[in-house]
């Protein structure tokens, strides 16, 4: 079984330039995550996706960041313009349950240096 | 407002002794409790499960306790190797309303070496 795929793994960009990372949760999993992963620090969640609707997004710094998800398979996530301290690395995560227990499948992550 | 804390040092142990790690939460009452370890460069990898009614739970040379009174999580690699290096994040769901979405609040991880 494929796990979640994760593209690009690493983007080195200027302050205030946009960037876009790709993530394809593992089939049949109708729940999708987006983690933002400072060095040193724990996973923190950015987004999260029912299917194609947004459960949460209350961590979400939506003046620059936004996230789709389209047929509610694969997910995007945008920051524009990005700032010093989004240097970070974005996991996208799936599982199949929203609700309830359930473990949580994680890609590579992708790597992003703002200088 | 919620707050998990792990071990806030690294953990160095000789190979072949049993490591153990603590998650302590305050202003929380989990549902369950996950265990994740993660490799540099790596996304977290899913290990244990346990819940609220759960005291202990095993999974080959792993073992994890959950003590909602102590609000605090052990876990428990016997018989340690250098590959069992890594980072080991805990991570906690609180029970939210009936049908609500739930998601996973991490720590921040303990670096665990073993050394040979």
């Known amino acids: 079984e494929a796990g979640v795929a994760q593209s690009p793994r690493y983007k080195i960009i200027e302050k205030r330039q946009s960037v876009a990372f790709w993530c394809n949760p593992i089939?049949?999993?109708?729940?999708l995550y987006w983690y933002q992963q400072i060095l040193g620090q724990g996973p923190k969640l950015l987004i999260q996706?029912?299917?194609?609707?947004?459960?949460?997004d209350s961590q979400l710094p939506k003046d620059r960041f936004s996230a789709e998800r389209l047929k509610g398979v694969d997910s995007t996530l945008k920051i524009q313009p990005a700032k010093l301290e989004d240097s970070a690395v974005y996991l996208c995560?799936?599982?199949?349950?929203?609700?309830?227990?359930?473990?949580?499948?994680f890609g590579e992550g992708s790597r992003l240096t703002v200088l | 407002s919620q707050k998990i804390e792990q071990n806030s040092e690294a953990l160095n142990i000789q190979e072949g002794k049993t490591a153990t790690l603590t998650c302590n939460y305050t202003?929380?009452?989990?549902?369950?409790l996950q265990w994740y370890r993660q490799d540099p460069g790596r996304g977290p990898v899913f290990l244990l499960l346990i819940r609220e009614n759960e005291k202990e739970k095993r999974k080959e040379r792993l073992k994890v306790t959950f003590d909602t009174t102590l609000k605090q999580s052990l876990f428990h690699i016997t018989a340690s190797q250098p590959a069992d290096s890594a980072t080991y994040l805990c991570a906690l769901d609180p029970p939210g309303a009936s049908g609500s979405a739930r998601q996973l609040t991490f720590g921040s991880g303990t670096q665990l070496t073993v050394l040979p």
């Open positions: 996706f029912q299917n194609n609707g947004v459960v949460d």
């Open positions: 202003n929380y009452s989990p549902a369950y």
């Open positions: 089939s049949g999993h109708a729940t």
């Open positions: 995560a799936s599982s199949l349950l929203g609700t309830g227990a359930g473990e949580l499948f």
